[in-house]
C-alpha cells in the first residue's frame, strides 16, 4: 500500500466526520432557528389563507435533539376583529425511539390555558365551518368529492400523555331569539397512554374536568381507539335551569325557571362491527326545580325541593333500562281548568294532528323490533302539595291537597303485571284521604282502599251548585270502602262496597241565611255500587235528627222548589238516565234500599203569604222505611211517628209503590189533637175569621199510582170557636158561622170527609190548597143552602133538603098538610144534634088559598050548615072579585097561630129548647104547594 493511499484511507473518516458535523450543524441551526422562524410566519399565513383569520404567535422555539416543539402566546382573531382561539404555551414532545418503530409517538402534548370560541350560527352551521367555506370557496362546477381509497386502517400514532390546563371554552348559541353564551372554565385534560392500534391489555385513562359557573363536569376512564372502546365515569353537577331551558327550550312546552340537575353515571361503549353501550350506578338529582305554564306567566305553576332517582342503568344491546327507587320530596303543583274546561297543563301539549305524523327526517328507515325493556324499582312522593283551581263552574272552586305522599312498588314494561299503591293527603279544607291498594296497567284493573275523614263539603260547594241551588254551610263526609274497576272488557266494570257517613250538615239557598236542610248525622252501611250495569243498594240508612225548614214566601214559591236548577230555556234540567223510559223493562239505573231509619227528626213549615204568617213544627220523628227499590214487583213499607205543633199525634204508615213506575202506594196519615189556632192565619184568609180555640183530627188515606192521587181527608174539628173577623179580599162571601153550625153536632164535633183526586205532576195542583178549598165551598154552600147541607149530613128520614125547609099546612087552618108531622120530627132531631143552630119560624098565608077556606068555613057556620053549589061558587067568585071580605083579622091571626103551632109542636113533643127556636113577624106572601097546602118557609141562623 502507498502512502497516497494510506493518507486517502485516514481522510475518509476525517470527511464523514466533517459531514456529520456539518450535517448536525445544519440539523441544529435548522432545527433551532429556521424551523421555529418557518412556523412563527407560516401559521399565521395558513390561519388566513384557510380560515380567514389574524393570527400571532409570540414566539416558537423547538429542539430537534429531543424532537420538541413549544409555542407561546398564539392569538387568532376571526374577520369581525374577535378572537376565536389561542394558548399561553403548547408543547409537542416526540418519541424518538417511537419514530424508529414506525409509530408517530408523541411523549408528551401541552396545551396552558387554551381559548377556543365556538358559535353556532342562526343556520346551524358552526364558525369554524363558515370560516373555512368562506376562505375556500368550491369552484364553479366543481366535482363531487373523490371517491374515497380504500381503507389502509388508522396510522399508528402514539401519545404518552396529552395535557389541557387552564382551558376556557366560549360557546354562543345565535341560533335562537336571544343570544346565550355559555364560558366553560377551567377546562382540564390529561390523557394518558393512548395509542391507535389494538394493544392487548392496556388502555389509555383518561380525565376531564370543566366548569360553567357553578355547573361542572368530571369525566374520567379508559380509552381505547382501535377499537373504539371507553369504559369510567361521567358526572355533570349543579346544572342550571338556564342551561336546560336554553338547549331544551324548542322542545320543552313550558317556561323552565329554576332548579339545577346533578347527573353521574358509569358506562361502558365499544364501537366496531357492533356498537355495544351500557351504563351503571346511575344518579340523578333535580332541585328546586321551578316551571311556569309560559313566559307571560306571573307565577309558577310547579317547584320542588328534590327529585332523585338512583341506580340507573341502560343496556343499549339487551334494550334495557332500569331505574332504582324515584324519590320526589315537596312538590308543589298547581292545576287550573278553564271555562271551556281545558287544564292548563295541557294546553301546551296540543299540536296540529299533522304534526305528530312519526319521522325520521330522511335519515333512513326507521328502526323498529324489539321494544325496550325498562323498569322502576318504585316511587315515592313526600311532604307535597297539589293545587286544584276549577273555573268551569259558576263560582270557580280552589281547592288544596296537602301533606301529599304517594308511594308505588315495582313498576316495568310487564303492565299485566300489578303494581302496589299507597297515597295519603290532607284537604287544606279540613279532612284526610288515603288509598291503598295495586293498579294494573294493561288491561286496566285497580283495587283500592278507600278511606277519608273529617272532608269538608263546603270546599265542594260550586260542584253542587252546578245541580242545585244550594250553599253548604257545614257538614263532613267520612267513607271507607273498596273499589275495584276492571277494564279487561267495554265497557269498564267495577264495585265499591263499603260505607259512608255525612254529620254536622247544614245547607241554605245562597240568597237566604235560613236553614234549609240540617242533620247530624247520615250513615250508609253497607254500600253496594256496580258500575256497569249501574246499581246501587244500600242496607240501611240512618238519618238522626233531621230538620227540614219548608218555606212558602210571600210569592207563593216553596224555598225547597228553588232547589233544582232551570236551565237557560226555564225548564227543570233533564232527569237522569237512571230513570225508566217508556217501554224499557228495567230502568238504567236499579237501586235499592233496605231500611231507612229516622231518629228524631223535625219538618218546620212557614207559609209568609198569609197574615201573620203560619208557622208550625213536626218534630220527634222516629220510624223506618223499608223495601225501597225502582225495580218491580218491589213493594216498600212506611211507618213514622211524631207530634205536630207540640201537642199533637202523628202516625204515617202505608205501602209503598216501586219508585219510578205506576205501582200504586197506599199511604195512610191520622194526625190527632191539632190546635185549630194554629191554623188561624188559613181559617183568617179563606173564611174572613180567626180561629179561638178547637182542636183538628186528622185521617188520609192516600193511593199513588204513578202521578195520580186518589185521596179521601176525614177532618174532625171538635170545639172549633172562631176569632174576631178578618178582612182579606179571598175570604168566601157567605156566612161562615151558620155553615159550621150546621156541619157541627151537639158535641162540638164538626167531621167531614173531603176525597181529592189530581195528577202531581200538574203544577197547578197542590193536595193542601185543593183541601182547603174544597172544605171553604163546603162551608158556602152550607151557608147559603143550610137545608140542603142539614139534608147531606144527617139521616132525615128520606127528606131532602128543600123540604126539610118548610111545612105544609091545610089552607085556612094550623092543621100541618098529611106527611108533615114526620117532616117536623126530622128537622128537631138535627136541631137537637146542632144546638147552636137557631130555628126561625115565620108563620104566613096564602091570602087567596087560605081566605077561600075562611070564607067557606064562615058560610058554613064551621061545618054545621049545607051550602050549595052554586052559592058557594057566587061566593067564591065575588070574595076573588074583591067583593067580599073576611074579617081584616082574620088572616093575620092564621099566620101567628100558624107560627105559634109549629113552635108548640116543636117544644112540647120535641123537645126543642125554648131559645133555640124564634117566631118571626107574620107573611102574607106564602107559596101553595102542587097538593094545594100552604107553605110555612124555616130560616136557620147561629147563636
Known amino acids: 500500500m502507498s502512502v497516497a493511499q494510506s493518507r486517502q484511507r485516514s481522510r475518509v473518516p476525517r470527511n464523514l466526520l466533517i459531514v456529520f458535523l456539518v450535517l448536525l450543524i445544519l440539523y441544529t441551526l435548522a432545527g433551532f432557528l429556521l424551523l421555529p422562524w418557518w412556523l412563527e410566519r407560516s401559521i399565521p399565513e395558513q390561519l388566513d389563507q384557510r380560515l380567514g383569520w389574524q393570527a400571532e404567535v409570540t414566539g416558537i422555539s423547538t429542539n430537534p435533539y429531543t424532537l420538541s416543539v413549544e409555542a407561546l402566546g398564539l392569538s387568532a382573531r376571526d374577520s369581525n376583529g374577535e378572537p376565536v382561539v389561542g394558548f399561553d404555551r403548547l408543547l409537542v414532545d416526540m418519541n424518538f425511539f417511537q419514530l424508529i418503530r414506525g409509530v408517530a409517538g408523541f411523549e408528551s402534548i401541552q396545551l396552558e390555558e387554551p381559548f377556543i370560541r365556538v358559535d353556532l350560527l342562526k343556520d346551524y352551521r358552526v364558525n369554524f365551518a363558515r370560516d373555512w367555506q368562506n376562505a375556500n370557496p368550491e369552484p364553479v362546477g366543481a366535482a363531487g368529492p373523490p371517491a374515497a381509497e380504500e381503507s389502509t386502517g388508522l396510522p399508528r400514532v402514539y401519545f404518552r400523555q396529552i395535557v389541557v390546563n387552564g382551558g376556557e371554552l366560549l360557546f354562543r348559541d345565535f341560533s335562537k331569539r336571544q343570544m346565550a353564551e355559555f364560558r366553560v372554565t377551567p377546562l382540564d385534560l390529561t390523557l394518558n397512554d393512548l395509542a391507535t392500534w389494538r394493544r392487548e391489555g392496556q388502555n389509555s385513562d383518561y380525565s376531564l374536568n370543566a366548569a360553567l359557573d357553578r355547573q361542572t363536569v368530571e369525566w374520567a376512564g379508559d380509552l381505547s381507539i382501535a377499537p373504539l372502546y371507553s369504559s369510567g365515569s361521567l358526572k355533570m353537577s349543579s346544572v342550571g335551569y338556564e342551561t336546560i331551558a336554553h338547549f331544551l327550550g324548542p322542545y320543552f312546552p313550558y317556561d323552565l325557571r329554576g332548579g339545577s340537575v346533578t347527573l353521574s353515571s358509569d358506562y361502558e361503549v365499544q364501537a366496531g362491527e357492533v356498537f355495544y353501550l351500557e351504563t351503571s350506578n346511575g344518579q340523578l338529582a333535580l332541585e328546586d326545580l321551578a316551571i311556569a305554564l309560559n313566559e307571560e306567566s306571573e307565577q309558577v305553576r310547579l317547584s320542588n325541593g328534590t327529585l332523585s332517582v338512583d341506580a340507573i342503568g341502560f343496556d343499549l344491546n339487551a334494550r334495557e333500562i332500569n331505574v332504582g327507587q324515584v324519590s320526589l320530596e315537596n312538590l308543589d303543583l298547581a292545576l287550573a281548568r278553564s271555562e271551556t274546561g281545558q287544564i292548563d297543563w295541557l294546553v301546551p301539549l296540543t299540536s296540529d294532528p299533522q304534526a305528530s305524523e312519526p319521522s325520521n327526517g330522511g335519515a333512513g328507515p326507521v328502526v323498529t323490533g324489539q321494544p325496550f325493556w325498562w323498569s322502576v324499582a318504585g316511587v315515592t312522593l313526600s311532604g307535597s302539595r297539589v293545587l286544584w283551581q276549577d273555573n268551569q263552574p259558576e263560582n270557580p272552586v280552589e281547592l288544596t291537597l296537602e301533606q301529599l305522599s304517594v308511594s308505588t312498588g315495582a313498576i316495568s314494561h310487564q303492565l299485566e303485571e300489578p303494581v302496589t299503591y299507597k297515597m295519603q293527603g290532607t284537604l287544606a279544607s279540613g279532612g284526610q284521604l288515603s288509598l291503598t291498594g295495586q293498579v294494573t296497567p294493561s288491561p286496566f284493573t285497580l283495587e283500592a282502599a278507600i278511606s277519608g275523614a273529617g272532608v269538608q263539603l263546603a270546599a265542594f260547594e260550586s260542584y253542587v251548585q252546578e245541580g242545585a241551588n244550594l250553599a253548604i254551610v257545614s257538614g263532613s263526609l267520612g267513607v271507607d270502602g273498596n273499589l275495584d274497576l276492571d277494564g279487561q272488557q267495554e265497557p269498564l266494570t267495577g264495585t265499591f262496597s263499603g260505607t259512608a257517613e255525612v254529620a254536622g250538615f247544614s245547607v241554605r239557598l245562597p240568597d237566604s241565611s235560613e236553614r234549609l236542610v240540617s242533620w247530624q248525622t247520615l250513615r250508609l252501611a253497607p254500600i253496594e255500587y256496580n258500575v256497569y250495569p249501574a246499581r246501587l243498594e244500600i242496607g240501611t240508612v240512618t238519618l238522626a235528627q233531621p230538620v227540614i225548614n219548608v218555606v212558602r214566601n210571600a210569592d207563593s214559591v216553596h224555598n225547597v222548589e228553588r232547589i233544582v236548577r232551570r236551565s237557560a230555556s226555564g225548564n227543570q234540567d233533564a232527569p237522569s238516565s237512571g230513570q225508566q223510559k217508556a217501554g224499557d223493562s228495567e230502568p238504567e239505573f236499579i237501586f235499592r234500599i233496605g231500611q231507612l231509619m229516622l231518629e228524631d227528626g223535625a219538618l218546620a213549615y212557614t207559609d209568609r203569604t198569609l197574615q201573620p204568617a203560619f208557622t208550625t213544627l213536626v218534630d220527634k220523628l222516629n220510624g223506618s222505611v223499608t223495601g225501597l227499590s225502582n225495580i218491580a214487583p218491589q213493594e216498600g213499607k212506611v211507618s213514622i211517628n211524631g ?53 183538628l183530627d186528622l185521617n188520609l188515606d192516600y193511593q199513588i199510582a204513578g202521578t195520580r192521587i186518589d185521596a179521601s181527608n176525614l177532618m174532625v174539628m171538635d170545639r172549633l170557636e172562631l176569632g174576631p173577623s178578618v178582612p182579606g179580599d179571598q175570604a168566601v162571601n157567605a156566612p161562615v158561622k151558620l155553615g159550621l153550625a150546621l156541619l157541627r153536632d151537639r158535641k162540638g164535633v164538626i167531621e167531614v170527609n173531603l176525597p181529592v183526586s189530581g195528577d202531581l205532576a200538574n203544577p197547578d195542583f197542590s193536595v193542601g190548597q185543593v183541601v182547603m178549598r174544597t172544605f171553604v165551598n163546603l162551608l158556602a154552600k152550607a151557608a147559603t143552602s143550610p137545608f140542603s147541607m142539614l139534608g147531606s149530613i144527617v139521616e132525615l128520614a128520606g127528606f131532602s133538603g128543600e123540604e126539610l125547609g118548610q111545612v105544609g099546612f091545610v089552607p085556612g087552618s094550623t092543621e100541618l098538610a098529611e106527611g108533615e108531622a114526620e117532616k117536623l120530627s126530622a128537622l128537631a132531631d138535627a136541631l137537637l144534634e146542632r144546638p147552636n143552630l137557631l130555628l126561625n119560624i115565620r108563620g104566613s098565608v096564602a091570602p087567596q088559598a087560605d081566605g077561600l077556606a075562611l070564607l067557606r068555613e064562615e058560610l058554613t057556620g064551621g061545618g054545621q050548615q049545607e051550602l050549595s053549589g052554586a052559592a058557594w061558587q057566587a061566593a067564591r067568585e065575588a070574595y076573588i072579585a074583591g067583593e067580599r071580605a073576611l074579617a081584616p083579622e082574620a088572616l093575620s091571626n092564621l099566620a101567628s097561630a100558624r107560627g105559634v103551632a109549629l113552635r108548640s109542636i116543636l117544644q112540647d113533643t120535641h123537645k126543642i129548647p125554648a131559645d133555640q127556636v124564634f117566631l118571626l113577624d107574620p107573611s102574607r106572601s106564602a107559596e101553595v104547594g102542587d097538593d094545594g097546602s100552604v107553605i110555612v118557609a124555616f130560616a136557620l141562623d147561629v147563636r
Open 643 to 695: 207530634r205536630v205543633g207540640g201537642v199533637g199525634d202523628l202516625d204515617f204508615e202505608g205501602t209503598i209503590g216501586t219508585l219510578g213506575t205506576e205501582g200504586v202506594s197506599d199511604l195512610r196519615l191520622i194526625m190527632q189533637n191539632l190546635s185549630l189556632p194554629t191554623l188561624s192565619p188559613y181559617f183568617g184568609r179563606y173564611l174572613g175569621y180567626g180561629v179561638d180555640s178547637g182542636k
